[in-house]
T-cell receptor, first 113, second 111 residues
Framework: DVKVTQSSRYLVKRTGEKVFLECVQDMDHENMFWYRQDPGLGLRLIYFSYDVKMKEKGDIPEGYSVSREKKERFSLILESASTNQTSMYLC????????????FGPGTRLTVL | GQQVMQIPQYQHVQEGEDFTTYCNSSTTLSNIQWYKQRPGGHPVFLIQLVKSGEVKKQKRLTFQFGEAKKNSSLHITATQTTDVGTYFCAGWRDTGNQFYFGTGTSLTVIP
């Protein structure tokens, strides 16, 4: 079974703090994704990575950065957290090529006070 | 703006009633994937359609991809309480390397 894990289920941070969200997958997937999920807006893509050290902006990259130094790990960084970044963050991974399905982690619910 | 819209946003049905969610894209899609997210859970892949006009069934669930490859639907016959959750469509844009999720439809089944 594919397993995608995220470092925290719940996180509370203060405005201006630097926040790291970690995602690890154990299936040697090339592609990894970070989404945020908000009611009525579905899943919106923040960043994705085709492979190690590669990254592409998604639909809403402002205020976020990412790092992929190892194939199994994809980190989302909020340089200076703001209240409008309070959301559910979902990581996903998949094998490259074609239309392969995405496997999601359990999500991190981030609250910025 | 949002590329892939789903309607309705919320749906409450009595157990045993049918349910349909519609997915509409502003651009042509190469494929449609459907995911289900149980309350408190994460999205889980259900199925994929690739061909124009394709119809696939999984027990009580029927999935359809439109002829123009810009819309899709998921129909559940005789809903059960286990069908509760949010259903998302998603797809790769036909031109350009972009993947979009729909806005989702939250289904509540009243016993």
């Amino acid at each position: 079974d594919v397993k995608v894990t995220q470092s925290s289920r719940y996180l509370v941070k203060r405005t201006g703090e630097k926040v790291f969200l970690e995602c690890v997958q154990d299936m040697d997937h090339e592609n990894m994704f970070w989404y945020r999920q908000d009611p009525g807006l579905g899943l919106r893509l923040i960043y994705f990575s085709y492979d190690v050290k590669m990254k592409e902006k998604g639909d809403i990259p402002e205020g976020y950065s990412v790092s992929r130094e190892k194939k199994e790990r994809f980190s989302l960084i909020l340089e200076s957290a703001s209240t409008n970044q309070t959301s559910m963050y979902l990581c996903a991974s998949r094998w490259a090529g074609g239309y392969n399905e995405q496997f999601f982690g359990p999500g991190t619910r981030l609250t910025v006070l | 703006g949002q590329q892939v819209m789903q309607i309705p946003q919320y749906q409450h049905v009595q157990e045993g009633e049918d349910f349909t969610t519609y997915c509409n894209s502003s651009t042509t899609l190469s494929n449609i994937q459907w995911y289900k997210q149980r309350p408190g859970g994460h999205p889980v892949f259900l199925i994929q359609l690739v061909k124009s006009g394709e119809v696939k069934k999984q027990k009580r669930l029927t999935f359809q991809f439109g002829e123009a490859k810009k819309n899709s639907s998921l129909h559940i016959t005789a809903t059960q309480t286990t069908d509760v959750g949010t259903y998302f469509c998603a797809g790769w844009r036909d031109t350009g390397n972009q993947f979009y999720f729909g806005t989702g439809t939250s289904l509540t089944v009243i016993p």
